[in-house]
């Protein structure tokens, strides 16, 4: 008894311990709605925000409709998750252009489960059991019981990967692996619309090795296809590819682009019901879209332990292509994103809505795209494409009885281009990493022949497993001459990436234009890596405003493309706050990567053939410079052009 008073009093003690402050600084940590909206530019940011909420809002809905049908559930539960998980993540979620909702990969993987609980009796949805909720059949129903359920089941996992602190496991994550499992997800979501764009009847077929069965048959059958339908699919194609190039190439001078996807709708949907195509020409259609929104009910519990793959599934890779969006936007418009909470907020975007029976959502490129392209500021354009996609459920959606699902289809086929341009990437990593390009291939081909969590376990394990094997690792330095003694590669780059600025903003490289220093000094750096160390010398200019960082790149002999891409971005970092990148000793493969990576700036000096080199350039350089405070271009390159007539530059981008 005195052990358990003992703990008790404990508890109370941290209880009490805990002040107003520390619950005020959690809840804005977790609930990043309350620093945004506070700090919201009404005046500035409503007017971009309400224009790329109403073209978010027209792609939403188009989206949602298609993804519910790759997920093999009733059209009207696709509305639903275009609408309850984007509320949710706009509350959780850290990403200012993320656009959450319905997500092809993820109903991909769901539909797995739906087709293998409830087999497919018939595939027009105006089936008329009705089964008193929503004034839907209880067919469908069961199907979208059992995609909640994934939702839900996926959801949970996402929560305890939160509480367990594995966002930051993310660095395993690398581009090469998410691009190819991507591109391969979309290869899939392609091939599993063939059925409704030959308007052809295909039975569903799932495992290893379906992508190969599914085309077999309809090379089998290929006498089934309804030409009505392939006609109809190929014209939306033509169409939907045209307008959408027209509006990429005159973006910068249109303010709102077409919305074509919405203008096909309404004209097929029209044409369908004036010729009477589901009769005469036997075209499938949506059929009955129910109004208004669903009162909430729990998912089946009971189906939970047969849904765990597709949970994981759903989690993993909803979760990885979303957080690449966030941060990439992150990136783009300069703010930072937690790993950590946005595991909570995808988590909960598919737990809460799962209770409103919606299919499992994550962050979809094109839309978060569009965001891009339409001037969108916060998530207030997000919340404003919720209160137009409302307007659809309870008044637009009936109307949309009529839209023939072979137009459907040709949605979600032009939608994944962006996806499918991924392919672009393997010259980058050609010419980059031939290792990164055989993770990329391999990755590609085992998400093709299995599926897309299969896919992207095979690409982590196989970039661990090439890191673990003997490699040469090297060094990095500054001048600040930073040298690091480890592999630049995915599982390091991000934290060399932290570690750096942080050394950089702790020493003052980054000081106010005007600063002066009064004397020159040495300062030892010590920087810890994982399987290295960095160590560098401050070598600080007199009465200099631009200052030089020097990297030692003697010992780095292996680098992969994220360490490519981090090299670059600090030599961005650096550019903007007024230092000088400059990089020693380095290999012929990291100089023709970095050319090929990026844009340096081609009147400075970057590569040279040691260090002492570079540091006699700077030294050359102050000797000229002794009646000035700045250290211009101009003196930097006549520096660099006494250096080339001695030999000792090795590289001028």
């Excluded at 959450?100 to 497919?120: M, Q």
């Excluded at 560098?536 to 490519?564: A, K, P």
């Excluded at 981090?566 to 990291?590: F, P």
Aim: charged share 15%; net charge positive; aromatic share 10%.
């Amino acid at each position: 008894m005195t052990g358990a008073k003992r703990k008790r009093s404990t508890v109370w003690r941290k209880i009490q311990a805990v002040r107003l402050e520390d619950i005020k600084a959690w809840c804005l940590r977790r609930l990043p709605i309350l620093k945004w909206v506070p700090a919201y530019n009404w005046k500035e940011n409503l007017l971009p925000d309400a224009v790329s909420g109403m073209m978010l809002a027209i792609q939403q809905v188009t989206q949602g409709l298609a993804f519910a049908v790759l997920s093999s559930v009733h059209p009207v539960f696709g509305l639903y998750g275009s609408f309850f998980p984007v509320i949710i993540y706009a509350i959780f979620g850290m990403g200012r252009h993320v656009a959450t909702g319905t997500f092809a990969l993820t109903s991909l993987i769901s539909a797995n489960a739906v087709e293998r609980l409830v087999p497919s009796v018939r595939t027009n949805f105006t089936a008329s059991n009705n089964s008193g909720i929503l004034g839907l059949s209880e067919f469908e129903m069961q199907r979208i019981g059992v995609a909640a359920a994934v939702s839900f089941l996926g959801g949970i996992i996402q929560v305890v990967m939160f509480t367990l602190q594995l966002g930051s496991a993310t660095f395993l994550l690398t581009e090469p692996v998410i691009s190819a499992m991507t591109t391969g997800a979309a290869t899939h979501v392609v091939t599993s619309q063939v059925k409704y764009l030959l308007g052809m009847k295909v039975p569903y077929m799932s495992g290893p090795l379906a992508f190969f069965h599914i085309y077999a048959y309809v090379f089998e059958n290929i006498r089934t296809v309804q030409l009505e339908a392939l006609l109809l699919s190929l014209l939306s194609i033509v169409v939907l590819v045209l307008v959408k190039e027209l509006n990429e190439k005159f973006q910068r001078n249109i303010k709102v682009v077409l919305p074509i996807d919405l203008l096909l709708i309404i004209a097929t949907s029209i044409a369908c019901y004036c010729a009477d195509m589901e009769y005469v020409y036997r075209i499938e259609v949506v059929g009955n879209i129910p109004k208004g929104l669903p009162s909430p009910k729990a998912p089946p519990m009971n189906v939970l332990p047969e849904v765990v793959t597709e949970a994981f599934g759903v989690a993993l890779v909803g979760y990885v292509a979303s957080l690449a969006l966030a941060q990439g936007s992150a990136k783009k418009f300069k703010y930072s994103v937690d790993d950590n909470q946005e595991f909570l907020a995808h988590g909960l975007s598919n737990v809460i809505p799962s209770f409103f029976f919606c299919i499992p959502s994550a962050a979809a490129m094109g839309r978060t795209a569009l965001l891009y392209s339409t001037g969108a500021k916060t998530q207030v354009a997000c919340l404003i494409s919720c209160v137009l996609i409302l307007v659809v459920i309870y008044t637009i959606g009936p109307l949309l009885y009529w839209l023939p699902m072979c137009v459907l289809a040709s949605i979600i086929v032009v939608g994944l281009k962006g996806m499918l341009m991924q392919f672009r990437d393997l010259k980058k990593y050609w010419n980059v990493d031939k290792i990164d390009w055989s993770i990329w291939v391999s990755t590609y081909v085992f998400t093709i022949c299995f599926a897309a969590n299969v896919g992207l376990l095979y690409g982590v394990v196989c970039t661990i497993v090439i890191v673990i094997f003997p490699l040469h690792y090297e060094s990095l330095k500054q001048v600040k001459i930073v040298s690091v003694n480890s592999p630049l590669v995915f599982l390091n780059a991000r934290k060399f990436h932290a570690d750096l600025l942080k050394i950089i903003q702790k020493d003052g490289m980054s000081s106010q234009v005007g600063d002066t220093v009064n004397k020159c000094e040495q300062n030892t750096l010590l920087c810890s890596f994982s399987n290295g160390s960095c160590h560098g010398e401050l070598v600080q200019s007199c009465h200099s405003e631009r200052r030089v960082l020097i990297l030692d790149c003697s010992g780095l002999n292996f680098f992969d493309y994220t360490g490519v891409s981090v090299l670059l971005q600090i030599y961005m970092d650096c550019k903007n706050r007024y230092i000088d990148v400059v990089l020693a000793h380095c290999k012929a493969s990291l100089i023709k990567a970095m050319q090929y990576g990026g844009n340096l700036d081609s009147e400075n000096p970057v590569f040279f053939e040691s260090i002492s080199s570079a540091i006699d350039a700077i030294q050359i350089h102050r000797v000229r410079l002794t009646s000035r405070s700045r250290w211009s271009l101009e003196g930097f390159l006549d520096a660099h052009r006494n250096l080339l007539k001695s030999g000792k530059v090795l590289f001028t981008q």
